[in-house]
C-alpha cells in the first residue's frame, strides 16, 4: 500500500489517529507496532485453560467524563456496567480504597461522622492542613493526615515509585479521589465500564478499514520498508514511541518505571473476592494482586479456576516497556531540551503516553489524538497547512 500517514505505535494513541485518518480524509494509513498485536499497554487476551481475560500489562479501567470521547469510544464498542472498587490489605485487615468514610472508621476503630472525620484529618495533618502542596509527600499528608498517609499510601508508593515522594509530583496523588462519604467507588468519572466484548474487539473494530494496513512486529527503529530511515521525510509520521528514544537519548535518560507481572492460575473459584487488591505494607514485595474473572461478573467463566497476577514495579532499563514517567523536576528539565529538538523535526508528530511523557489514562490518549487529528492532520491534508507546527501535542 502506498501510505499517506504513517503511525508508530498501535496504542489507542496511534488507533485513533489511525482510525479518524482513514474514516473521515480517506488516508491510507499504515500503522507499525514492535509488539505482536494491537492495543499497546491496554491490550488483553483470553487465558488459554480457562478463557478468562487477561490485562497482559496490568488492569485497564475505562473510565471518562470527557463526552467527546465517550460518545467516540461507543461507535466501536458497548461497555457493561462495571464499578471499579479496590480493597487494600494494611496490617492483616482489608480496608476500602480510595480513602473514605469507612476506611477512616475502620482504621480508627470509630463512629466518626462526616464532619468529625474531616476535624480529625485537618489535626493529623499538621500545618500542612489549608495549604497545597506541589509534591505527593506533603499533598498526601494534606489531603490525609500522617497516620492515614503512613499506613496507605507511604510504602506503597515506595514500591511503585522507588522515588523520594518529595520529588514526586502531587498529581500522582491527586489522582485518587478521598471522600468523607462511604462511596468507595475508585474514579470520580461520569462514564466507568469495561468493553463487553473485551479489548481486543474494540480495538480491531478501530482498524477494521480497507484503508488502514497493520504491520506487527515492526520497529521503527529497525531497517526495512517501514524503518525510520527510510520513511522520515518521505510520509507524514505520527509517532507514540518513548521521546528519548527516537533521539537516541541525545538529551539523556527520561526516568520510566516498568512492571512485572506474575501469573498465576489457581484451581479455586475465587481467590481474593475482589478484582484489585492493594498491599501498601513493606512486608510484601508486589503492590498489588489482579484477579481477572471479577472484572466481568456478568460472564460465566469457570468456577474450577481462577487467574490472579501480582505486579512489582521497578525502573526500566533501555530494553524494558517503559510504563510510567516519573517525571521529576529532573525528568521535565529533560523533556523539555527534547521539545527543542522536537521543534526542527517537519514531518513527524509526537503523541500519547510515551511520546509525550504524559501519565495519560487511556480517556486522556484518546482525547489528546482526537485533539491532534482536528488540530494538525486535519489542516494539514485539507488546506496544506505544515503538518508541524509545535510538535509535541501538549
Ligand atoms: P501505549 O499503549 O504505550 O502504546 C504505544 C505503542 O507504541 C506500543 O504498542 C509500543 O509497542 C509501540 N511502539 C513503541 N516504540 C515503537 C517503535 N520503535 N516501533 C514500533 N512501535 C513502537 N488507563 C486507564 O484509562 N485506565 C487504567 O486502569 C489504566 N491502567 C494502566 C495500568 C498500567 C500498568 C499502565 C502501564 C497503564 C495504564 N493505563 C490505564 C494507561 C493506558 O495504558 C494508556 O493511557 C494508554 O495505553 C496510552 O496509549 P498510547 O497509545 O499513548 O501508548
Ligand atoms: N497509591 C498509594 N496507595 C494505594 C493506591 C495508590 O499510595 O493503595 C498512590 C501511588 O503513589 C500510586 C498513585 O497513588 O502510584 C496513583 O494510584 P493509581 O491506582 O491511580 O495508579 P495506577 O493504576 O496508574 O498504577
Known amino acids: 500500500m502506498q501510505a499517506d500517514l504513517v ?30 498485536h494491537i492495543g499497546g499497554n491496554a491490550y488483553t487476551e483470553k487465558e488459554k485453560a480457562t478463557g478468562i481475560e487477561v490485562h497482559v500489562y496490568g488492569a485497564h479501567l475505562f473510565h471518562t467524563s470527557n463526552e467527546r470521547v465517550w460518545a467516540y469510544v461507543n461507535q466501536f464498542t458497548s461497555f457493561t456496567n462495571y464499578v471499579h472498587r479496590v480493597f487494600t490489605r494494611h496490617n492483616g485487615e482489608v480496608f476500602p480504597m480510595p480513602i473514605n468514610l469507612g476506611t477512616i472508621n475502620q482504621f ?10 474531616r476535624d480529625w484529618v485537618r489535626e493529623q495533618a499538621g500545618e500542612l492542613a489549608g495549604t497545597d502542596p506541589e509534591n505527593l509527600n506533603d499533598k498526601g499528608i494534606q489531603l490525609i493526615g500522617r497516620p492515614l498517609y503512613e499506613a496507605f499510601i507511604k510504602y506503597y508508593t515506595g514500591k511503585q515509585w522507588q522515588t523520594d515522594p518529595k520529588d514526586l509530583s502531587a498529581s500522582i496523588i491527586r489522582r485518587l479521589p478521598v471522600r468523607y462519604t462511604y462511596d468507595s467507588r475508585y474514579f470520580n468519572d461520569t462514564h466507568e465500564g469495561l468493553p463487553t466484548e473485551g479489548y481486543t474487539a474494540w480495538f480491531e473494530r478501530m482498524v477494521d478499514n480497507p484503508k488502514i494496513e497493520v504491520r506487527l512486529d515492526t520497529d521503527f527503529f529497525a531497517e526495512g520498508e517501514l524503518g525510520r530511515a527510510r520513511v522520515l521525510g518521505q510520509v507524514p509520521v505520527v509517532y507514540t514511541g518513548p521521546i528519548d528514544r527516537y533521539f537516541d537519548y541525545a538529551e539523556g535518560e527520561l526516568k520510566w518505571r516498568t512492571l512485572d507481572f506474575e501469573k498465576e492460575v489457581l484451581p479455586i473459584e475465587d481467590f481474593q473476592g475482589c478484582a484489585v487488591m492493594n498491599y501498601p505494607d513493606l512486608d510484601v514485595d508486589f503492590t498489588r494482586i489482579h484477579e481477572f474473572r471479577h472484572f466481568h461478573p456478568e460472564r460465566d467463566y469457570t468456577k474450577d479456576a481462577t487467574v490472579i497476577m501480582r505486579e512489582y514495579s521497578r525502573f526500566a532499563g533501555r530494553s524494558d516497556e517503559p510504563y510510567y514517567p516519573v517525571n521529576t523536576d529532573e525528568d521535565r528539565a529533560t523533556l523539555l531540551r527534547y521539545r527543542d529538538r522536537v521543534k526542527e523535526e517537519k514531518t513527524i508528530l509526537f503523541g500519547g503516553r510515551l511520546g509525550s511523557y504524559k501519565y495519560y489514562d487511556m480517556h486522556m490518549a484518546i482525547g489528546s489524538a482526537l485533539t491532534m487529528f482536528e488540530n494538525k492532520i486535519k489542516p494539514h491534508f485539507v488546506s496544506g497547512e505544515a503538518f508541524v507546527s509545535g510538535g509535541v501535542d501538549a
Open 108 to 117: 480508627l476503630h470509630a463512629a466518626l461522622s462526616p464532619q468529625e472525620a
Open 7 to 36: 503511525v508508530v505505535g498501535s496504542g489507542l494513541f496511534g488507533l485513533t489517529i489511525a482510525e479518524r485518518a482513514a474514516t473521515e480524509l480517506g488516508l491510507n494509513v499504515v500503522v507499525l507496532d514492535r509488539r505482536g
